[in-house]
């Protein structure tokens, strides 16, 4: 009756995980390369500590 509709597709399963892989590693490397472009460019002395 619901054969279709309720049958599990490998394919599909992995086109979502790695489309969810690659998307979570282009948004984290993103995110690094702005904070990396305002460490260098922004707030350069962001990393220095002074006691």
Same mark, same amino acid.
């Given at each position: ?8 597709? !490998? $394919? &599909?399963?992995? =086109?979502? *995980?790695?489309? +969810? /892989? ?8 993103? !995110? $690094? &390369?702005?904070? =990396?472009? *305002?460490?260098? +460019? /922004? ?9």
């Amino acid at each position: 009756m619901m054969d279709g509709y309720m049958k599990i597709n !490998v $394919r &599909l399963i992995y =086109l979502y *995980l790695f489309s +969810f /892989v690659g998307l979570l590693t282009v948004v984290i490397g993103s !995110v $690094r &390369l702005v904070d =990396l472009g *305002l460490k260098v +460019f /922004v707030f350069p002395d962001a990393d220095r500590y002074e006691l």
